[in-house]
């Protein structure tokens, strides 16, 4: 079963303006971490966030964990339409973090 | 630039076939891991290996089957292709501790 939801399922925005999505767990985690997926591509991870941080950064992508609250959010600042895609949380499963569990992912539209 | 290579971006099998995809990455990576995406179900995993010659079974094992010989290569195999295993096909690899690194994805139709 997914651990993660993502809201909103899905977004839309004007070209320049920030999107932000978040995503919400069951289950402590040791790690959080989000891809993007472009159209009939594979996933591109983008962050891997532990939880010991509460913030990072990797160019215009800023992603926030809140342990307390089981949630993180992905923030992209400037947003262009090359950003257009499918964003997916997701975070180990079980005991050990072998395997990851995808959440259902928010699908953003940039437009021009 | 590090990859993630799939044999085929798509493919088209009969019922009953056996199919072999296969996945090569070049990083030295211990885990690969195959997972198949369908709309409304997201991403569920089939299979992981964690090191040569290791595999363990995911959420959704049935039907399939994998083999990983040397490091760099894990194969799904299709044991008796069905039209429900009609899907998108990702294969990832990572170093332990790390995000995984996801090939450009197979779209396999069983007709």
């Known amino acids: 079963s997914q651990q993660g939801e993502e809201d909103p399922q899905a977004l839309s925005i004007q070209e320049g303006e920030n999107a932000t999505m978040n995503c919400s767990y069951k289950?402590?985690?040791?790690?959080l971490q989000w891809y993007r997926q472009n159209s009939g591509r594979g996933l591109v991870h983008l962050i891997l966030?532990?939880?010991?941080?509460r913030e990072k950064h990797s160019g215009r992508l800023r992603v926030t964990l809140d342990t307390s609250k089981k949630s993180s959010s992905l923030l992209i600042t400037a947003s262009r339409a090359a950003d257009t895609a499918s964003y997916f949380c997701?975070?180990?499963?079980?005991?050990?973090?072998?395997?990851?569990?995808f959440g259902a992912g928010t699908t953003v539209t940039v437009r021009a | 630039d590090v990859k993630v290579t799939q044999s085929s971006r798509y493919l088209v099998k009969r019922t009953g076939e056996k199919v072999f995809l296969e996945c090569v990455q070049d990083?030295?990576?211990?885990?690969m891991f195959w997972y198949r995406q369908d709309p409304g179900l997201g991403l569920r995993l089939i299979y992981f290996?964690?090191?040569?010659?290791?595999?363990e079974k995911g959420d959704i094992p049935e039907g399939y089957s994998v083999s990983r010989e040397k490091k760099e290569r894990f194969s799904l195999i299709l044991e008796s292709a069905s039209t429900n295993q009609t899907s998108m096909y990702l294969c990832?690899?990572?170093?332990?501790?790390?995000?995984?690194?996801f090939g450009s994805g197979t779209r396999l139709t069983v007709v």
């Open positions: 990832a690899s990572r170093r332990t501790g790390n995000g995984y690194t």
């Open positions: 289950t402590s985690i040791n790690n």
């Open positions: 966030i532990r939880s010991n941080e």
């Open positions: 997701a975070m180990p499963v079980g005991s050990n973090d072998y395997k990851l569990s």
């Open positions: 990083m030295d990576h211990e885990n």
């Open positions: 290996s964690y090191d040569v010659k290791m595999k």
